[in-house]
């Protein structure tokens, strides 16, 4: 701002002053030159004192700075209605709004301006009936008063109030209509959007993306796609080139997504996110810690949604080292105090095997919020400890946190590990009675396989029976595994019966009831299973692994010979089996030479 400053001194002193001063300044009859107008030149100064003043009080105030501000206002012997106008935004904007309405009221002068910034310090404070008392107050408005106004009834929910107020506008501009546009987008009335946006007479960049956007989040990406291809091609910004790169993820067009990343240059940190995101939430995590470490070698800084991102990746992978290195730049970054990266990290470590490390990244936590909690429960819970899980269970009350659905879920699991059918009951109870949550399908499908697996089917069954909704997919296939290992085959049936008509092509249904007529020796059946399998078009899905050596997944997929060291692999398997051999038989020789001891 100083350098600001020094530039208009400049301007007034070297380019406008001497024209001024030659029209100011004639010649008297002798040839001197005397100066007239005196008045007009104390003016002017007065003008540049002022300017530069409001200028300093405009620096001070972005800098935080508002006492020096204010102290510097107070010092002015001479203000204009600019000067009152800094200093009330100044104090707004700091967080002041009070003192801002105090100077407001004292102002000598007020333009319209005035009025505009006291509205928008009023939205920005969340203070929007007040926002609205001064908008109604006002002499005069502008287009520019009515924007703001309804920006802050939409920032705030309030749909209504704004569309009534847009209805009531003399004249609108394209930032009044673009305003309307997103607000009925978060709304989810996105017809209406559509609507508006066709009648626009003049769209400009930010109506275009507001518009794409908004298809993507509210789930109609070919709406989205269609617009994106008739958006003029100059008008294809970073921002909606990346929202059309988040909508090919979430329908599971990668290469289109990739495509897309690849015409942006130069990439910024949002796109990387993007990229990254979508290969992680759509199961491909090898290559999106590939592409994260493409970007690091850009020496792009990563943020908090590039990591929750990488642990998701390393999560799915079971990438311990992976998921260790990115710890490490969530700690060189600064990223500790963010909640949500934190909690990547406890699901990373958790998921990879490393439930200590989860328990000591959640202990680093200063602020632990319910997702925190939620996650080391889970974390226990899947690692069978149900104790533990129970433990941070009653250190969450503790602190101040009510469960929700997914806290019992992750207890529920936790019962399920350990075997613990009563406590299960106790707890489904707890949850419906004493925090009044619903249970849903997820709750019951738990509930439902922990009786199963404790061989209480009947009672499974009418858990099933009193459900408030249809039985899905989950609940019937835990009830049927329960079938096969109880060689329950009545209930079996039925189960079985029941997931054709949810899922006719889930393999899984034909398999366990194939293995449920094998274990009960009903040969004629299991053939008539797999005959079924096969007129239907059903193929069961191959099982797969993978294995990280040396910074590299491996993958191997079942049946699958193209791996480039198959052959070396499988000499190494049979070197191992011969091994394996070789010790039982020495087993054997040991254990006979006992008999005669």
């Not at 569309?163 to 009531?168: I, P, V, Y």
């Not at 130069?266 to 996110?273: A, G, H, I, Y």
């Not at 290969?279 to 070698?297: D, W």
């Not at 404790?454 to 249809?470: D, N, S, T, Y």
């Amino acid at each position: 701002m100083l350098c600001i400053s020094y530039f208009h001194q400049t301007y007034l002193k070297r380019i406008l002053f001497p024209p001024i001063l030659r029209i100011l300044s004639t010649p008297d009859s002798c040839g001197n030159v005397t100066l007239h107008s005196s008045n007009c030149l104390i003016r002017l100064f007065s003008t540049q004192y002022v300017f530069v003043n409001n200028a300093k009080i405009s620096a001070l105030s972005r800098a935080g700075k508002i006492s020096a501000a204010r102290q510097l206002f107070d010092q002015m012997t001479t203000k204009d209605v600019i000067t009152w106008n800094a200093i009330i935004t100044g104090y707004w904007q700091n967080g002041f709004l009070q003192e801002s309405k105090n100077l407001f009221q004292s102002m000598p002068v007020k333009n319209i301006v005035s009025w505009n910034c006291m509205i928008a310090g009023c939205i920005d404070n969340d203070r929007i009936d007040d926002a609205f008392d001064y908008f109604q107050a006002m002499p005069e408005r502008n287009t520019a008063t009515y924007n703001a106004m309804i920006s802050g009834f939409l920032k705030h929910g309030r749909l209504e109030e704004a569309t009534r107020l847009f209805g009531q506008m003399p004249r609108r501009n394209v930032i009044s209509y673009t305003a309307m546009l997103d607000g009925f987008m978060k709304k989810g009335e996105v017809d209406k959007a559509r609507a508006l946006f066709d009648y626009m007479s003049f769209k400009n960049v930010v109506s275009w993306t507001v518009m794409i956007t908004g298809y993507v989040k509210n789930e109609r990406f070919c709406e989205a796609r269609e617009l994106f291809y008739r958006m003029p091609d100059y008008d294809k910004n970073v921002f909606v080139v990346t929202a059309m790169i988040t909508g090919f993820c979430k329908v599971g067009m990668l290469e289109n997504a990739r495509l897309l990343f690849e015409r942006i240059q130069p990439k910024d940190c949002v796109s990387f996110n993007a990229m990254i995101a979508g290969y992680a939430q759509n199961g491909v995590a090898e290559e999106a810690l590939r592409l994260f470490s493409g970007m690091i070698k850009m020496d792009m800084q990563p943020d908090d949604a590039t990591l929750v991102s990488v642990f998701t990746a390393c999560s799915a992978l079971q990438l311990l080292n992976e998921g260790r290195q990115s710890h490490v730049l969530v700690i060189r970054n600064g990223f500790e105090a963010n909640v949500s990266v934190c909690n990547a990290v406890i699901m990373m470590y958790s998921r990879c095997g490393g439930i200590l490390e989860s328990e000591l990244a959640f202990r680093q936590i200063h602020s632990p919020n319910l997702v925190s909690w939620n996650t080391i429960i889970a974390a226990f819970a899947q690692h069978g400890h149900y104790e533990k899980a129970l433990s941070f269970f009653s250190q969450m009350g503790l602190n101040g946190f009510d469960p929700d659905g997914i806290t019992f879920l992750s207890l529920l699991s936790a019962c399920g590990h350990a075997g613990k059918v009563n406590e299960s009951m106790d707890l489904f109870e707890l949850m419906v009675k004493v925090y009044g949550i619903i249970p849903s399908s997820e709750h019951y499908t738990c509930f439902v396989d922990i009786l199963s697996r404790a061989g209480q089917l009947e009672k499974a069954w009418q858990i099933m029976q009193g459900m408030p909704f249809e039985a899905d997919t989950g609940v019937w296939g835990s009830l049927l595994a329960a079938c096969v290992i109880n060689l329950n085959v009545e209930l079996g049936e039925l189960a079985a019966k029941k997931m054709r008509e949810l899922d006719p092509q889930n393999s899984a249904v034909y398999v366990m009831l194939s293995n449920l007529y094998a274990a009960a020796g009903m040969w004629r059946d299991v053939t008539r299973v797999r005959l079924l399998m096969k007129e239907q078009g059903v193929t069961k899905q191959c099982a797969y692994s993978w294995i990280e050596i040396g910074n590299k997944v491996h993958y191997f997929l079942g049946g699958d010979m193209s791996h480039p060291c198959i052959d070396k692999i499988h000499l190494e398997l049979k070197r191992a089996s011969v091994q394996m051999k070789s010790v039982d038989v020495f087993v054997e020789i040991a254990m006979s030479w006992s008999c005669f001891d």
